[in-house]
């Protein structure tokens, strides 16, 4: 399975960005999709997940902020990032746990996009 992001960039404090992810591969489903972000000197955290039925999942710090969204059709993940701040910024990595043809769970990592948010 392999995971492609696109959708980073350098952006002012208070405005936006929407990253993509998109899955391919030998998928039978897509159980979860969701991003993580990583901050220099910080650990990986999660952002945001959405699992098979539609259901999300929010850290804090973001709630109220961005959303996260699937296309199935198109095996894609959004994350539309409104009202930036400067701690948002980090490298965003999308991540998918996804059942392959043969019955096996596969856990996949995109290779990140950068999202810099200027004070």
């Known amino acids: 399975v392999q995971l492609q992001a696109s959708g980073g960039g350098l952006v002012q404090a208070g405005g936006s960005l929407r990253l993509s992810c998109v899955a391919s591969g030998s998928i039978l489903r897509i159980d979860l999709m969701g991003w993580y972000r990583q901050a220099p000197g910080k650990q990986r955290e999660l952002v945001a997940v959405?699992?098979?039925?539609?259901?999300?999942n929010y850290a804090d710090s973001v709630k109220g902020r961005f959303t996260i969204s699937r296309d199935n059709a198109k095996n894609t993940v959004y994350l539309q990032m409104n009202s930036l701040k400067p701690e948002d910024t980090a490298v965003y990595y999308c991540?998918?746990?996804?059942?392959?043809?043969?019955?096996?769970?596969?856990?996949?990592w995109g290779e990140g996009t950068q999202v810099t948010v200027s004070s």
């Open positions: 959405i699992i098979s039925g539609g259901s999300t």
């Open positions: 991540n998918a746990v996804t059942t392959v043809y043969g019955g096996d769970l596969r856990n996949s």
